[in-house]
């Protein structure tokens, strides 16, 4: 069942990805994106990473996505329905893109990967904060000095010379 | 399903998907979706490494940068987007073309 | 009571502070007020009195043996050291006296003499530049920065000789001034050089040490001290380089007082006395005779001079000659003694001079005539009544330097005709110099009489002249009172009352010490000499300034003898006297002219010869050679391979210019290729 439940949400997240980057129209990309990160998230649930799965829920979908659709809201015209975006160079792209995910994945099949067995499931909450306190303080703070300067810049940027 | 590799090919998949769409799409918007999948390709990455690697935390932590550089760098580069929309009257990334010679 | 090192910060300061105004006027002298020239005073007053304070405690001290000593290291190469410093005892000690003295003086007359010269403060920087140099050479403990030192009076000589070089005669006599000093300077370096060959060290005493050790000894000696003096023959202007000094009066009249009569011109008889101790008995006797014929040569060319500079100036030839026989029949104190003497009334009678031609040049100026000849004894007469002053001080110098008890003169010039007879006495064969001597006395007397009576005494050739000549102003009389009055004889003999004999300080606190040649004469021998022969040179000398002065009374007095008759009797004399023994004229024709013909000669070879044949066709070759490789070059190079290779690398350019599309993508594409190649290369 957990096979399943595994293979089902791999193939909504790699689907939606697809769509997304082939999808003719913009607002069906944003959407599709929805659906490749809670697909993403159900991955990370897989992976045993509960808090990860929630932030990424929270931010991703909460709010870069969110973003996402402001942004193409703001740059096309709302009355247009269709807003429909095209591709450039899709053949040589998709040959290089095809080329690198060759050699990548006989990276990851020729590797011998070395598989910790009888690893126990644990709250990772916990841990993560323990962690983050600890042993990652000083790029804590700089993850937030950067958020502040993030903030400050996008606002800088996008407001209206006077 | 309870394999590195499984999760190391779809992180992969898509890796290449993302890096497809920030090579093609015209809109600049649609770019950055293709940025944002590939920054989940990465994290998908760590998470798999974390979990086969005895539940390493750092692991988590490193992909809780991640998502704190993605939330960063979305928001500039919307503010980005609009500001070349506000310049261009466009935000077609191949029409932006002042880097030429 | 001095402490050494007092003396050296004293030295130092006396060396240093003339340079120092040197420096300030040179650079900014004319911007300042007054145009510097109280900077260059100030420094010289101050040296002045340092000197003058030194002075005091060397009678304070009353130390014949007193003796200082201060170096540094200059350069040490192990083997190679030169050591350089001061050297300070009585005898610098009174010769600095008198070089800030006669430059104190000097300095002050220029204040009126050159008064809106175009070149004042440069003047100022010039004069304060010849003290530096002239106090160096009298401070000075080596060969080494002596020569140095030697040279930059050269220098500053020929500056202030070339003061007013628009005028042709003045940058001639410069040149010829500091050319004639280089010839006697090739001698006095290759005189050190010897000494230091033979004993290795320029300093003083070690020097001495090493001649009295036999280091270097026979002709060599010799040959060395000859050396030396040849650098005192060209610089205190002795036959045969006697050429020089004339021509000198072309300078400023101070500046001929400071360095053509009292002290640069003393620097070779200084450097003589200086360096007694280490001239065998051979180098003596030349300078003994090369002293006694300068002497007598230069007094007989004076007498029909007409020009009161030059007549000054080869009195000053004469009396140098004096000194250096001196030096050469061991009586050395006696040369040093004149010296002292003779640098007080010479200066005080070129200040006189200066006096009279300043006068005549102020009168001429206002008569709007430039045509008479300012410094033409023939055009004076009868100054007394309108210059008493000038008149006064310089007639005291003139009785000074003739030999007239109660002066100066008499002291010192007695000192050293008693040395030269008591020499020959010792050595009856070298009669001549003695003769020399008193001669020379006796024509002394008769020319300064003669140019103190054309000049000041009988009727006025010029009347309109005469009518507008008044006295100096104070600052050109005032030098002229001091020195007339330092020619008394009470200042060299105090502490005793003898107008008859020299005893007195000078004698007591300067020695003469041992020549440090073995064999040669001491001090205590030659002294004995000299004592012996005393009371007859005193009468000898007496008699022939009487002689001399009586002979001037008759013929420009009372005209009981007529000038120009002597001058016809004696027809070939005196044309030979008045052409100066035809110097100038006999080196141009014998040393100047065939030199530039030889120089022509090896001209022509050059240019005409070597240049046009060998130069030019290398020339021609060349130019033949250089059009063929031309050709080659633009024609067959160029056009294909340079210019080749450029086009095809434009061509490629354009080609390549159309990868930069600008398009961010595009250039993400080409890196992700540039990825996938890398990654397969690796892989294989």
Redesign the interface.
């Known amino acids: 069942m957990a096979d399943f439940t595994f293979w089902i949400v791999v193939g909504l997240t790699l689907g939606s990805a697809f769509m997304v980057v082939q999808s003719k129209n913009l607002l069906y990309s944003a959407y599709a994106l929805l659906f490749s990160f809670m697909g993403v998230t159900g991955l990370y649930v897989f992976l045993w990473a509960d808090f990860i799965a929630v932030v990424q829920v929270v931010v991703y979908v909460g709010g870069i996505l969110i973003l996402i659709i402001f942004g193409i809201m703001l740059t096309n015209k709302i009355t247009s329905v269709n807003i429909s975006h095209t591709s450039v160079q899709k053949g040589i792209g998709t040959l290089a893109v095809l080329g690198i995910a060759t050699l990548l994945a006989y990276m990851v099949f020729s590797t011998p990967w070395i598989e910790l067995a009888n690893v126990e499931q644990e709250e990772t909450t916990a841990s993560i904060g323990r962690l983050l306190m600890m042993d990652y303080l000083l790029p804590f703070e700089a993850a937030s000095l950067l958020l502040l300067g993030a903030l400050i810049g996008a606002t800088t940027l996008s407001r209206k010379e006077d | ?1 309870d ?8 992180s ?23 940025v ?2 590939i920054l ?1 390709s990465a ?2 990455n760590f ?2 490494f ?6 390493n ?2 692991g ?2 490193f ?3 991640v ?10 580069a ?6 070349i ?2 310049n261009f009257q466009t ?1 077609n ?2 029409e932006v ?5 | 009571m001095i402490t050494g090192n007092i003396i050296t910060d004293f030295s130092l300061l006396i060396l240093f502070l003339p340079l120092a105004a040197f420096t300030i006027n040179i650079i900014v002298g004319k911007r300042l007020p007054r145009q510097g020239d109280w900077v260059s005073i100030g420094a010289i007053l101050i040296t002045l009195v340092l000197s003058l304070s030194m002075l005091l405690n060397m009678f304070m001290n009353w130390d014949s043996d007193f003796s200082h000593e201060a170096k540094f290291t200059w350069i040490d190469l192990g083997a190679f050291k030169i050591e350089l410093g001061f050297w300070v005892d009585n005898i610098t000690i009174v010769m600095l006296v008198v070089v800030s003295l006669i430059s104190s003086m000097t300095h002050i007359f220029s204040l009126e003499y050159l008064k809106g010269d175009v070149r004042y403060s440069r003047y100022y920087a010039y004069l304060g530049l010849f003290t530096f140099s002239m106090n160096g050479i009298v401070l000075a403990n080596n060969l080494i920065s002596l020569y140095v030192f030697w040279e930059l009076v050269g220098v500053s000589s020929y500056l202030l000789i070339a003061h007013w070089f628009e005028k042709p005669s003045a940058a001639a006599a410069g040149k010829k001034a500091f050319l004639t000093n280089r010839v006697g300077d090739i001698g006095f370096f290759i005189g050190i050089m010897l000494m230091f060959t033979a004993i290795g060290s320029f300093n003083f005493q070690e020097v001495f040490s090493g001649v009295s050790q036999g280091l270097i000894g026979g002709s060599l000696l010799t040959l060395a001290g000859v050396g030396l003096f040849m650098g005192a023959v060209g610089k205190s202007s002795q036959f045969p380089l006697h050429i020089w000094l004339p021509d000198a009066m072309e300078g400023p009249t101070p500046v001929s007082a400071l360095m053509h009569a009292a002290t640069m011109v003393a620097a070779g008889v200084y450097l003589t006395v200086r360096l007694f101790p280490l001239f065998s008995s051979d180098a003596l006797l030349i300078i003994a005779y090369v002293g006694g014929f300068t002497a007598f040569f230069a007094a007989s060319i004076a007498i029909t001079q007409n020009d009161i500079k030059k007549v000054l100036a080869y009195s000053t030839v004469s009396q140098l000659g004096y000194m250096i026989l001196a030096v050469g029949v061991g009586n050395y104190i006696a040369a040093f003694f004149h010296l002292l003497t003779h640098a007080m009334f010479k200066a005080c009678l070129f200040y006189g001079s200066g006096s009279v031609i300043h006068a005549m040049h102020h009168s001429l100026h206002e008569l709007d005539d430039h045509k008479t000849d300012p410094q033409d004894m023939r055009n004076m007469g009868g100054f007394k009544s309108k210059m008493p002053i000038t008149y006064w001080t310089m007639t005291i110098a003139t009785l000074a330097i003739s030999g007239v008890p109660f002066f100066s003169g008499f002291l010192s010039k007695d000192a050293i005709l008693a040395g030269s007879l008591g020499f020959a006495q010792h050595y009856p064969q070298h009669f001549l110099l003695p003769v020399f001597g008193f001669g020379a006395a006796a024509i002394t007397a008769f020319y300064m009489f003669r140019l103190i009576f054309m000049t000041f005494h009988g009727e006025s050739k010029m009347p309109k002249v005469f009518k507008r000549i008044h006295e100096s102003p104070r600052v050109m009389t005032f030098p002229l009172m001091l020195l007339s009055g330092l020619s008394i004889f009470i200042f060299y003999t105090l502490p005793y009352f003898n107008p008859l004999s020299d005893h007195g300080w000078f004698t007591e606190l300067i020695l003469a010490g041992d020549s440090v040649v073995p064999g040669n004469p001491t001090a205590h021998e030659i002294g004995e000499g000299v004592h012996h022969a005393h009371y007859t040179a005193m009468a000898l000398s007496l008699l022939v300034a009487g002689l001399g002065i009586g002979l001037s009374y008759l013929m420009y007095i009372k005209k009981k003898l007529s000038a120009e008759a002597w001058a016809k009797k004696m027809g070939f004399m005196y044309k030979l006297s008045f052409n100066k023994y035809y110097f100038d004229e006999n080196y141009d024709r014998f040393l100047y002219q065939p030199f530039l013909k030889l120089s022509r000669a090896v001209a022509y070879v050059d240019w005409d010869l070597y240049d046009k044949y060998f130069i030019n066709g290398f020339g021609r070759i060349t130019k033949w050679l250089s059009f063929l490789t031309g050709r080659i070059d633009y024609d067959g190079l160029d056009q294909s391979i340079v210019d080749g290779l450029g086009r095809s690398v434009q061509g490629f350019g354009k080609q390549l210019k159309q990868v930069q599309t600008g398009r961010l993508q595009n250039y993400m594409l080409f890196a992700l290729v540039g990825v996938i190649i890398i990654l397969v290369i690796q892989t294989i």
């Open positions: 399903m394999s590195l590799t499984n999760y190391l090919v779809v992969v998949v898509l890796f290449s998907l993302g890096l497809f769409g920030v090579i093609t799409r015209r809109n600049g918007v649609a770019v950055l979706m293709g944002e999948l989940n994290n998908l998470l798999a974390a979990r086969f690697g005895g539940m935390m750092a988590h932590v992909a809780l940068f998502i704190v550089l993605a939330a960063a760098e979305a928001a500039v919307l503010a980005i987007i609009i500001n929309f506000n935000i990334v191949d073309s002042d880097l030429k010679q």
